[in-house]
């Protein structure tokens, strides 16, 4: 269960980061996670593969200070110049027009019109993660943004997700793309940081010690581990401030399989 061959059009299928300080996040995810890695030749400098187990779970790249550091979230695409394309007809601001990675497929930056930045990725060499919902790996991406709203109008009308609204004391909704659960979002709490963003989150065996494992690891624990109704989730940032959340899900994956998983 986890291994993932391909990912359908409208799915996230990979997760990258990046950061001022790559030597740091190899040592910092590597003890939080067990992840190995292989530094590999890109157009500019060094793209960074980590893998668990001998399958791809995330990648690495160098940012400038003014990039800053942060996660980024990448949706699987059939044809990256039309959805570009229609991205930009539904509102959405591109940031960086398509382009090839070399051996690896083809991707484009846009920026919604709920403010969130998302990557879309058209597949050559690589699909995406081929290990996902299992502990160290990743299993959930998560819109925070104030107009949920104009993000369920433009996903839906691009990708065909559906969005369904959950009872509860935020402004959460789910996002399906027909039997799959794709995702989710919700609007800001007063307690979080309010800029529009997907986040992700990682699976791990035990929220509260995964979240204190950060913490020695140079990391800080932003939101200390909290029960919600599907096990137990804290949100922590690596030793150059990116963020993620560590959640203990006992029982099935958070989010839906997809082919392979």
């Known amino acids: ?48 593969m980590f893998r668990l187990r001998g399958r791809d779970v995330a990648g690495i790249h160098e940012h400038t200070e003014d990039q800053g550091t942060g996660w980024s979230s990448n949706i699987s695409v ?63 991406n998560e819109l925070v943004a104030q107009d949920l709203e104009a993000a369920k109008g433009f996903y839906g009308q691009l990708f065909g997700w559906a969005a369904n609204d959950l009872p509860g004391p935020i402004t959460r909704t789910s996002f399906m793309l027909g039997d799959l659960l794709v995702g989710g979002g919700h609007v800001p709490v007063p307690q979080e940081d309010p800029n529009p963003r997907w986040t992700i989150s990682f699976r791990v065996a035990d929220a509260d010690r995964s979240a204190e494992q950060a913490r020695e690891l140079g990391g800080r624990i932003l939101l200390p581990p909290m029960n919600v109704p599907l096990g137990r989730f804290g949100i922590v940032a690596d030793p150059s401030g990116a963020a993620f959340t560590v959640a203990a899900v006992p029982g099935s994956a958070v989010r839906g399989g997809v082919d392979g998983s």
């Open 78 to 140: 059939n044809d990256l110049d039309q959805a570009t394309s229609r991205a930009r007809e539904l509102g959405a601001s591109v940031l960086a027009e398509p382009f090839d990675v070399p051996g690896a497929g083809r991707t484009s930056v846009l920026q919604d019109p709920s403010g969130a930045v998302v990557s879309l990725w058209q597949a050559g060499g690589h699909g995406g993660a081929g290990l996902v919902n299992e502990i160290g790996t990743w299993t959930w």
């Open 1 to 48: 269960m986890g291994e993932v061959e391909r990912y359908p059009g409208g799915t996230f299928c990979w997760i990258d980061l990046g950061t001022t300080d790559v030597a740091g996040a190899k040592g910092f995810y590597g003890g939080l996670f067990g992840w190995e890695f292989e530094d590999l030749p890109a157009d500019e400098g060094t793209y960074t």
